[in-house]
């Protein structure tokens, strides 16, 4: 008898801390048939020290209709839109520019996600951020 097989992988956009049972959670959860209250409750708990602030959530599903999940923390935009104070990235980022970022700022959102990113050391995890901070039409400084 082999282990639970994977029968799917959730991943949500989530305010922290203000999980409730409409979309996108209700919706999705239900669709799987799982119970939305075995996530709700314990993501708003561990969640709580983000409160309103959007957190990604990785959900895995499994065929007997139990599922575990592992919250990543804030996004790398919203990351970065927090620290240069804009509301939103350029919708053209090669023509338009919305702000600019530190090196050091990169450092910080960096160590903030390193244990996500697909990087080696620092350095390389400041790339993956700077590229996606020049996606949303950010200068990146130094």
């Keep these: 008898m082999a282990g639970k097989q994977v029968i799917g992988n959730l991943k ?13 959670v209700g919706s999705t959860l239900g669709q799987w ?7 709700i409750n314990p ?5 709580k020290d ?20 592992v919250c990543l923390g804030q996004p790398v935009d ?18 338009e520019k919305v702000g600019k970022i530190s090196r050091a700022d990169l450092e910080d959102i960096a160590k903030t996600k390193m244990d996500q990113l697909n990087a080696i050391d620092l350095d390389g995890a400041v ?16």
């Design 78 to 95: 919203d990351l970065i839109r927090e620290k240069i104070k804009i509301d939103k990235g350029s919708g053209k980022p090669n023509l």
């Design 12 to 24: 949500l956009r989530i305010p922290g801390g203000k999980a409730t049972a409409g979309p996108p």
């Design 50 to 69: 983000f409160m309103g602030k959007n957190v990604i959530v990785h959900i895995k599903v499994y065929d007997d209709r139990t599922f575990d999940w």
């Design 33 to 39: 048939g799982l119970n939305m209250m075995d996530f």
């Design 127 to 142: 790339k993956v951020i700077a590229g996606t901070a020049r996606s949303m039409g950010v200068v990146v400084e130094g």
């Design 43 to 47: 993501f708003n708990e561990a969640t």
